[in-house]
């Protein structure tokens, strides 16, 4: 039995998004009051982006756990609130913490199925009062509340509920800046006959009256010089003509703003409202094909209007003005993230990476690593050694997508060969390419959503076997023979699921393994006899991936439900190597047979996270969902050089993800010295350094240098005091009598 360790991975491991940046997503992009050119953003899931330099790139600033909506700054704090599924958080950002939450109000209704956040308002910087509005279910019908805390939501004060007010429901709740009193509710279509409204409270929610009756209303913004001015906009579905509506008297009456000639559309409702802090003149009005200005305050207006097949702009979500220039304007909306310095008549796209993508597959090949993901209901071809993208069956964002996304699957065995599935209501067809996907030949049609696994038969690449899934209870099996495109299906002993690994013979293309469900078969005529092989220490209810090693050919690897397990006698016997994980995906290196990798996706109950191994399956590196910033990764795969490790994860709003890992910084079972290279020990380090070369080779020098290049020690001596460095990670350079090198010192 081997020894079982879990190592912490403590090194801060290089993350890059590899996706392309034409299709990437941002949302409620802000710009900082205070800090030049600095701005933030969420992503399409749960993530706190920030950048430094206008947005031209973005990292990670706060991971959530589960997914996160409406982002925005409580008034006089540097603190962002935004709502999920369970409350509201509110995020520090000169610490990088969340300093307060707000659990959601319980609807106090028995039978209640299912309850959500429908929006809210913060009033003050400390956080003490706040509205909530809520949705939930009893059965198939929706209902909805609003509710009052001024005790920074210890107790809630229902003061709205649909049923007592004709089923009308709530689009927009808010606050008046100066009076934590006054509410505001935006109102929007009932199935009574009664639509409409705005409601104003002046003392917490206890009366209402109403204004603007029958007016289906939603966004609302209060001009941040004069709180008595506000304006408001008509909503989805509102029975009269769509308008903005101003007061100047704190909400008591209310006009119609003259001057906006508003543009057909489909929906013709007012999407965001945003006054310019720093001068109230200035006021952006976004619309579902409209940008709507005003740079005096509304006494004219502007209006840059967009067809609504074009490509730039739809429904806009929020609008931020640069403090340090104020022509610039930041507009988030459903489609790309723009910025724009002459009010809407021009937009340039703000590329970032972070797009939606559900499968990523690696093609390795001597000179280059080519990379296939699912973007757009098509697929993308990345070489990352020329850093170009091909895009194949993109859609584009205002088209109508079926929800069967393009997959790409790599023969991993024989480059520029890639296996395509493009789906259909109908069915999805397979296709064949052997130039990276520039073309493509027609094989056969299937009830599929995404291939599993293509493996080529090691002595005779035109005889590849092919998996096809439905969902993970049902699948296809494929022998394909190109050279005339032709196939055979395959029917594996064990009734309905999913071939999920496949392993060829190097000798003979008809000699094959293959895991389906918890069972391991071998066939030695391609597929038409099987037998079940015995399973000796595999003991797991899914076996979700099944590899041979491509330098030492008798091991064996599986990830399954119950963790990873491998085989050293070409599956004859198993060991669990990592027990009580699930792990969807495992791979070998191909340049040292004791390096693997594997990863379990982001499920019900679980995280996604990585594994690695330096020795065979006897210690494992845990790369934590921590480290890697919370990403929903559903599908993985690696690539491998003699030194580093890279996971390219799939994401629902950070694109792909790649977590590269220097293999060195992780250990070796036996290290041993060669030329003018050395060792490090301990590494990580705490207090004291000790280095060592080759017995026939001498130390001269020894210095260590910041990440950014400052040298911060110097020594001609082989041992080094390191307690004075501040913990992180160093560049350690050894000059000897053959020459200098470097490495990576973890100093914690």
Known sequence: MAVLLLLCCKLHAQISYEATSNYGRLYDI??????????????????????????????????????????RWVPGTVN????????????????????????????????????????????DAAGTTLVINIGFKIGFDNYGKTFYSSDSGATYNE??????????????????????????????LGNLGVNGGLFVSENAGSTWTQKLEGVALDKLSFNPSNPNEILVGTGIYNPNPESIYKSVDGGATWNAVAGITWADGILNHISAIKYNP??????????????????????????????????????????????????????????????????????????VPFLTTRNVAVMQTLTATHLYYSAQDGYMHRDLSTNTTVPYDILDPNSFTNNNATVAMPDKAFAGRVFVLKG?????????????????????????????????????????????????????????DLTDNSYEEITVPGGDGVVTGVIVNGSNPNDIRVSKLNALYHSIDGGLTWAQISTNGLTANVIWDFEQSPIAVSNFIAGTNSG????????????????????????????????????????????????ITVNGGTS????????????????????FTDNIVTAYLATPDLGIMAYATDLALLGTANPVVKGNNFLMHPNPATNQLEVSVNVNDKITNVSIYSLTGQKIAETSKNIINISGLSNGLYIVSVTTVKGTSTQKLIKQ
């Open 620 to 639: 494992w590196t845990h790369i934590t969902t921590q480290q890697l910033d919370h990403a929903l990764a559903g599908s993985a795969d690696f690539s």
């Open 30 to 71: 802000t710009y900082d009051a205070t800090v030049h050119d600095k701005m933030y953003a969420r992503t399409l899931s749960n993530h706190i982006m920030v950048s430094a330099d206008n947005g031209t790139t973005w990292s990670v600033l706060y991971s959530h756990p589960i997914n996160i909506e409406e982002m």
């Open 564 to 611: 990873i397990f491998t085989s050293q006698d070409a599956g004859a016997t198993w060991e669990n190597a990592l027990p009580d994980v699930n792990v969807k995906k495992v791979a070998y290196s191909p340049f040292n047979a004791n390096v693997a990798a594997a990863a379990v996706y982001t499920d019900e109950g679980q995280d996604a996270t990585l594994y």
């Open 424 to 480: 259909s209501f109908t069915g999805a067809a397979l296709k064949v390419s052997n130039d990276y996907g520039a073309t493509t030949t027609d094989i056969l049609t299937a009830f599929a959503k995404t291939i599993d696994n293509v493996t080529s038969a090691p002595s005779n690449s035109n005889i590849v076997y092919v998996s096809l899934k439905q969902d993970d209870a049902f699948g296809n099996f494929y022998r394909i």
């Open 278 to 351: 720093a001068n109230a003149n200035q006021v952006t009005i976004l619309e579902e094909n409209q940008i709507i200005t005003t740079t005096d305050g509304g006494t004219t207006w502007n209006s840059e209007n967009f067809d609504v097949r074009n490509l730039s702009y739809y429904a806009g979500t929020n609008a931020s003005y640069n403090p340090f220039n104020q022509q610039q304007i930041i507009i988030s909306n459903d489609f790309f993230p723009q910025l724009t310095t002459d009010n809407g008549a021009t937009l340039n796209q703000l590329h």
């Open 159 to 188: 003061i709205y509920y649909t049923l007592d007010n004709d089923n009308v429901f709530i689009n927009n709740v808010a606050i008046a800046p100066n009076n934590a009193q006054k509410i505001f509710l935006s109102r929007s």
């Open 80 to 123: 962002f609130s935004f709502m999920d599924a369970q409350g509201i958080s509110i995020y520090n950002t000169a610490t990088n913490t969340i300093v307060n939450t707000y659990n959601m109000p319980q609807s106090n209704v028995p039978g209640t199925d299912d309850t959500w956040i429908d929006g809210y308002d913060i009033y």
